[in-house]
């Protein structure tokens, strides 16, 4: 026994070893059917977080599209320069730095006119009464006498004022009676200036402040400035209007140009923002387009009505208004028509149907007033405001019998069928 085991033992060893190297492939033919194949296809789990792995993208070179015929890319394409002018027309500025502030925005108001250019003339904290520090009357006859080109003047200035004026040894105190005696002697020097040398004149008068007693003080300086502007036939602009609010009190802020709620003022409650003195120089601009030479080189004022000063207007000496065209008269199509009909080879000339121009409004009657019958005689019964006649009759049957008129054919009250065909 012991003899066939130790025999039989080398041979199932070599049995094992031949299964352990033929297992493999046997069963990987096994797995690759049935339930082996459903189990190999299902993933195999793993014991950490799963991370997904995103694939990148890959930069797309840029497309370049082609340009169509007639096309030219917008790099090819030069800006078109304006061309340079020179100035003809020339607005110098002078005053404080409220004038200073408001050549800022004149700039900005004539920036659609490329031919006029402003001139600032301006000195800080500088006014009429410290002649002793600037010397207004004198310096504007230094600038009129010298090279400098000016078409149109523009004055602001007073907010330096307020202080007294010395006479010799004596000193004025402000607002007295004396020291506007000398203050509009002042100003009338600056005015006489420029009328000597025909020089139109713009005189800007001061806005109001945040200081309420400044502010009353300025009303009385705007009303020297504009009386003895408008005398001697310089043109006074107020912006009072523009910077106070609907209690007619000072205002930091109001509406621009656009209509939009702006700053207005500084935080010192005197100069202005550059809206505000946007909105100053409109106020100016107004005035000193109606000021500006025309082609011929001539100041004059436009107006639609020929004559020395339309709508009360002042104007310079030696300054005409301007005429309209013979076309823009009235009656100028009428008469260019007939001028052309007798220019012609002998036709007779045009004669245009006279058109009959319809009223306004029909007669004025009283509504309220007393009724009067004909003659002029008071009515005093009934019987004489209804009066004789058909119409008398219809309004008795009317009014006192109560019975309504007979309906007229066609009217609204006729409801009677139209007759058959």
């Known amino acids: 026994m012991i003899i066939w085991f130790r025999s039989a033992l080398p041979v199932a060893c070599a049995a094992l070893l031949l299964l352990a190297t033929a297992g493999p492939s046997v069963n990987a033919q096994s797995e690759n059917s049935g339930l082996y ?3 190999n296809a299902m993933p195999a789990q793993r014991s950490g977080p799963r991370i997904l792995s995103v694939p990148r993208e890959r930069a797309r070179a840029p497309v370049r599209r082609a340009l169509e015929p007639g096309m030219v890319p917008l790099a090819a394409s030069p800006v078109e320069a304006l061309p340079k002018v020179d100035p003809t027309t020339f607005v110098v500025v002078l005053g404080d730095t409220l004038g200073e502030l408001l050549a800022g925005g004149l700039d900005e108001a004539l920036g659609d006119v490329p031919t006029a250019a402003v001139i600032r003339k301006t000195r800080a904290d500088s006014g ?15 600038i009129l006498a010298s090279d400098q080109r000016i078409t149109v003047g523009v004055m602001l200035l007073g907010a330096n004022d307020r202080q007294a004026i010395r006479e010799g040894d004596i000193t004025h105190e402000p607002l007295s009676e004396r020291w506007r005696e000398l203050y509009r002697d002042r100003v009338d020097a600056v005015v006489q200036a420029f009328a000597e040398r025909r020089v139109p004149l713009i005189w800007v008068g001061a806005p109001p402040m945040q200081n309420g007693r400044l502010s009353t003080d300025l009303v009385t300086l705007n009303e020297i400035y504009r009386q003895r502007s408008e005398r001697a036939g310089a043109v006074y602009v107020d912006l009072w209007q523009g910077f106070v609010d609907a209690e007619n009190r000072y205002s930091a802020s109001g509406p621009d140009l656009s209509g939009q709620i702006a700053r207005l003022r500084t935080s010192d409650g005197v100069h202005f923002t550059r809206a505000g003195a946007r909105k100053a120089a409109h106020f100016a601009d107004v005035a000193l387009r109606r000021l500006l030479p025309d082609v011929s080189g001539g100041p004059v004022l436009a107006s639609p009505f020929p004559g020395p000063s339309p709508q009360g207007v002042p104007l310079q000496p030696g300054i005409e208004a301007a005429p309209l065209p013979p076309e823009l008269q009235p009656g100028g199509i009428e008469r260019m028509i007939d001028q052309i009909a007798r220019l012609s080879n002998g036709l007779e000339p045009i004669r245009l149907p006279e058109i009959k121009v319809k009223p306004v409004a029909g007669p004025v009657l009283p509504l309220t007033g007393p ?3 004909q003659g002029g005689t008071l ?39 139209p007759k058959a065909p």
């Open 128 to 142: 009429l009464v410290r002649s002793d520090f600037h010397d207004w009357p004198k310096v504007v006859r230094e």
């Open 379 to 417: 009515v005093s019964t009934l019987g004489a405001a209804r009066g004789t006649g058909p119409d008398a009759s219809v309004l008795n049957r009317v009014f006192e019998d109560g019975k309504a008129p007979a309906p007229a054919a066609g009217r609204a009250d006729d409801f009677r069928w």
């Open 37 to 39: 194949a459903i189990i």
């Open 371 to 373: 009724a009067v019958a």
